[in-house]
């Protein structure tokens, strides 16, 4: 018999089904109910809360107060911000990272992106150069400022005697202003430039052979094959790394602080003679642990913050200009 009284007993076996298929279904647990996978990843959360979140914290509370770091704190309100943008040792630190950072970064990235056209097209001892040019990011940084130290020495070092060798006079390196800051920027060029060919060997890997392959039927030089073929394709990859270098380069510390301690300064944060070679971090380090100017000390590191971010966010709309 068809009809309305037929419907269902033909639904019945396919609403059991459902219910057999609700029923077999893992109910949902509360959030109680993971607590085991929580307290496996709880160690990261609780060390990034007390070394990391907390810190940060800290910082911008101490940052509208004066504390010499025993006794109590004193509310300042603005005022350590107020003064920071009259200071004019800020900003000659601030001159003094900008200009370190173009002389380290812009060479650095070209020899970089050389280089790494070079490994790419290296038939032999592959494995070696990559180690080779990689090995100076791994190497101490005090050490590798120490021997620099030693190179830049006015009367006995290696770049002066070069220069004399060449007919040229000495050079005061370590006492002079121009010379302070070539001497740091040719120590991080030499740390960072492996590094960041390595970072482009990995993105020349990714080009098809197939667009060199026809460039050199048309008759395409080397030097054509780079600025036309090789520049375009590595883009993103270059502007990567002009980021990092920018964050890192801003935020230069050991290489100036190792590398002029020993010049005629009352202290190691100072940067050589004039301070031509402090940074925004060694300023920051010297008012704090010299000073003992805790409160001014973490306004200057709220104001390095902001320095990097300025930077990083027009680095970020390069990148999305070149993809758009």
């Not at 068809?2 to 007993?9: K, L, M, Q, R």
């Not at 004066?66 to 004193?74: A, I, K, N, P, T």
């Not at 070539?182 to 020349?204: K, P």
């Not at 002009?242 to 935020?251: K, R």
Request: glycine share 8%; aromatic share 16%.
């Amino acid at each position: 018999m068809t009809g309305v009284g037929a419907a269902p007993t033909l639904g019945a076996p396919a609403d059991d089904g459902v219910r057999s298929a609700a029923a077999r279904r893992p109910k949902p647990r509360s959030v109680l109910g993971y607590w085991r996978l929580y307290l496996a990843i709880s160690p990261f959360y609780l060390l990034f809360l007390c070394f990391g979140l907390i810190p940060v914290g800290f910082s911008l509370y101490l940052s509208f107060h004066r504390w010499d770091g025993l006794g109590s704190m004193e509310y300042a309100g603005l005022s350590q911000y107020r003064y920071l943008l009259s200071d004019s040792q800020f900003w000659n630190s601030l001159t003094n990272t900008l200009i370190i950072w173009a002389i380290a970064t812009l060479p650095m990235l070209f020899i970089a992106l050389v280089t790494a056209v070079m490994l790419n097209s290296a038939v032999r001892f592959k494995n070696f150069y990559r180690f080779a040019y990689f090995l100076p990011n791994v190497t101490s940084v005090v050490a590798v400022a120490i021997i620099f130290t030693s190179i830049f020495s006015t009367n006995f070092g290696l770049a002066n005697a070069v220069l004399q060798g060449l007919g040229l006079d000495q050079v005061a390196w370590l006492n002079t202003d121009w010379g302070i800051k070539v001497s740091i920027a040719v120590l991080m060029t030499w740390q960072w430039t492996g590094y960041n060919a390595l970072i482009f060997l990995a993105g020349l890997q990714t080009i098809p052979s197939e667009l060199y392959e026809a460039a050199r039927v048309d008759g395409a030089g080397p030097v054509q094959t780079f600025f036309r073929i090789t520049v375009p394709m590595m883009r993103p990859i270059i502007l990567f790394a002009l980021v990092v270098s920018t964050v890192t380069g801003l935020q230069s510390f050991t290489e100036p602080q190792v590398l002029l301690a020993n010049t005629n300064n009352t202290s190691t944060f100072a940067g050589g003679p004039g301070n031509s070679g402090q940074t925004m971090v060694l300023y920051f380090f010297q008012q704090s642990f010299d000073n003992n100017d805790f409160g001014y000390g973490a306004a200057i590191a709220w104001g390095i913050f902001l320095v990097v971010a300025i930077f990083s966010i027009v680095n970020w709309r390069l990148v999305q200009r070149g993809e758009k």
